[in-house]
């Protein structure tokens, strides 16, 4: 058989699979694997779902490199998810839900639509809805035993300026109107923190630069970021926020969500800076679900948000 035809007889076996992913019973703290370990699944317990989709770097000889795209790989995010959710579970004895995709980005992009993600290939098709069935697993599970939930998609930047940049999925030309525009239809619901929002605890514009914002919190941490109070209208070069973000952040409600860009000095080139910055976030985590969604990470842990 050829090897295209083989690849082509796979195909009701993987899909198979992906269906399975999705409904089975994951136990909190097991790690799951899709087909051949490109993507892992930490299961967790806790309303706080993170992934790595740019951190991968193994190149299996069987997925093609993707011809068109980018492919900048984001080093030590794999890394740093792992910190951040270590730190969680030493700070609650709980897990947060934690997706990596193993696979070099030259290979697939997770963070991407399937077209372009996977690049027509089977293999890699399957890898990628592997990547979004256990993300959908871990939002079912957040939502059934939490009401609701947050989910940051976890990512790296080059750029010369170094601040974490946080993506509402609005532009850096958004990001300029003012505190009174950003707050008019479509805005809102068109974020990333859509489902927040429309609590109407919070001015809009204050969650996404105000004293409460996840920036603001973030930098009390030490951890320079945009938006923010002191930073609330991010310039180019900036990144708003990806696939991952719209699907499983503003399309997602109840969970809300971001995506963070982080510079690589003092966030992820050490162990200690992971260390520190896994620290920062699992703080501004508590304080920031606790201010706006009455659930603190630390909180009781069974009963749905109201």
Known sequence: MSTSLHRLALLPALLLFVSVAAAEEYQPGQTYFGRNKYIEYLAGDLPLIFSAPHGGREKPDELPDREMGTFAFDTNTQ???RAVADELHRRTGHWPHLIICRVTRKKIDCNREIKEGAAGNPLTEQTWKEFQAYLDAA???????HGR?????LHGHGHENQRLELGYLHSADQLELSDTDISK???PVESSLKAIAARETTPYADLLRGQHSFGALME???FPSSPSPSNPHPKAPYFRGGYNTSRHGRDAAPLAGLQIESHSKGVRDTPESRKKFADAIAGTLDEYLKFHLDMPVTGKLTAKAK
């Open 79 to 81: 890394e740093l998810a």
């Open 139 to 145: 939002q079912e599970a957040v939502v059934k035993k």
């Open 149 to 153: 939930g947050f989910y940051i998609d």
């Open 185 to 187: 239809a479509p805005y």
């Open 220 to 222: 009390a941490r030490g």
